[in-house]
């Protein structure tokens, strides 16, 4: 079974700044996904990665395959980017395997 | 973008009740569906794979008799809490598999459903 632990667990920045949140896993996988759950529960996924690094907007995520390990970045940081970030792997036929996720805060 | 609904958002239940919680694909056909629970504080974990047509596959620790779930169509499998206790109350979230045309794989998750049994 994949073990995955992120880091932080927690993290508060002040606005416009840059933030980087990792993943690392115990066991090779397909693809692994960065997903953001805000408050009232509900999932969004951001990413699905099985190589390289992909951007949308102001997010970037990269993945190491041989290291295994994942980083989330996020640029210019902003109070709606507050949330929590989860970065969970596995897919195709199976169900993801979740990290405990970041508590990202942005301060104004 | 793919589009997965959960109905209802949020329930209140007495305990004993049985508590039926649905997943739709809106705008494609799953014919895998992930079903998922949190504890507060806790990260999501894996509860079942369903496979329309077919059985679910539990994880180890969930009981099938107890979580029910029915995939009878290619856009809906439902989850039916019976007999549900305090312990019940979590948050419920699925996931609907989608290949598109291109060969991408990929999960689309629903809203999720807040479970409070009194």
């Known amino acids: 079974k994949n073990e995955v632990e992120q880091s932080p667990q927690n993290l508060t920045a002040q606005e416009g700044e840059f933030i980087t949140i990792n993943c690392s896993y115990s066991v090779g996988i397909s693809a692994l996904h960065w997903l953001q759950q805000h408050p009232g529960g509900g999932i969004v996924s951001l990413f699905m990665?099985?190589?390289g690094k992909k951007k949308h907007g102001r997010l970037i995520a990269t993945i190491n395959i041989q290291e295994k390990h994942s980083s989330l970045h996020i640029t210019a940081s902003h109070p709606r980017d507050s949330a929590v970030y989860i970065c969970?792997?596995?897919?195709?036929?199976?169900?993801?395997?979740f990290g405990k996720g970041t508590h990202l805060i942005i301060q104004p | 973008g793919a589009v997965v609904s959960q109905h209802p958002s949020w329930v209140i239940c007495k305990s004993g009740t049985s508590v039926k919680i649905e997943c739709r694909s809106l705008d494609f056909q799953a014919t895998t569906m992930f079903w998922y629970r949190q504890f507060p504080k806790q990260s999501l974990m894996l509860m079942a794979t369903?496979?329309?047509?077919?059985?679910?596959?539990?994880e180890q620790g969930v009981e099938k008799d107890k979580f029910l779930i029915n995939h009878a169509s290619l856009t809906l499998s439902t989850l039916t809490v019976t007999s549900a206790h305090p312990e019940d109350s979590s948050f419920y979230i699925c996931?609907?598999?989608?290949?598109?045309?291109?060969?991408?794989?990929?999960?689309?998750f629903g809203p999720g459903t807040r479970l409070t049994v009194l």
């Open positions: 996931s609907a598999r989608r290949i598109s045309t291109s060969g991408t794989d990929t999960q689309y």
């Open positions: 969970a792997v596995g897919g195709g036929a199976d169900g993801l395997t």
């Open positions: 990665l099985s190589s």
């Open positions: 369903s496979n329309e047509g077919s059985k679910a596959t539990y």
